[in-house]
């Protein structure tokens, strides 16, 4: 089978190295000057588009050797967390909050196995509040890295003026 990913070098000094996707014909910087370590890129991503079933199963192995709580933590550890930092009735709120039935969908999921389906499904059921903390959670196992990637984008927050109304 012909590989997708090919490497290339650009310049003179200091040369670049590049991944190329076959298919496509576009270029994405590889941001090293060393040969082994843009070979090895290069051939992670040929593995990844050859075996996709795995891919998950694969970073989960990476993960588990960089953090071993990553196999075991769950939505409602997060809750747990939160709530332990906070004191009066902003606990009161949380504790609260944590008990929403709309979290019950998410509440015993790996946080690495979460997609942005399931968050879809919790905001379905729940209300404004619910949105409101499920951002924050998500915001918190974002800021202790223990999610690798964001689930949730950024608030797409539209502002204008009264006076360009």
């Avoid at 709580?69 to 609260?96: C, D, H, L, N, P």
């Avoid at 196995?113 to 924050?136: C, I, M, Q, W």
């Amino acid at each position: 089978m012909k590989s997708r990913y090919r490497l290339i070098r650009r310049g003179c000094r200091k040369a670049a190295f590049y991944c190329v996707d076959t298919l496509t014909g576009k270029r994405t910087s590889l941001k090293t000057a060393d040969e082994r370590e843009a070979r090895q890129i290069v051939e992670a991503n040929n593995n990844a588009t050859r075996q996709a079933a795995m891919n998950l199963q694969i970073a989960q192995v990476y993960l588990r050797h960089a953090d071993p709580g990553v196999a075991t933590r769950t939505w409602q550890y997060v809750f747990e967390q939160v709530i332990s930092t906070k004191t009066g009735s902003t606990r009161e709120r949380w504790e609260y909050a944590a008990r929403d039935g709309a979290f019950d969908l998410i509440r015993d999921c790996k946080l690495v196995e979460t997609s942005a389906g399931h968050f879809l499904e919790v905001l379905k059921r729940g209300s404004v509040s619910t949105n409101v903390y499920l951002r924050r959670a998500h915001n918190f196992a974002m800021g202790m890295h223990w999610l690798p990637w964001p689930i949730l984008p950024k608030l797409q927050v539209e502002w204008r003026s009264e006076r360009s109304v």
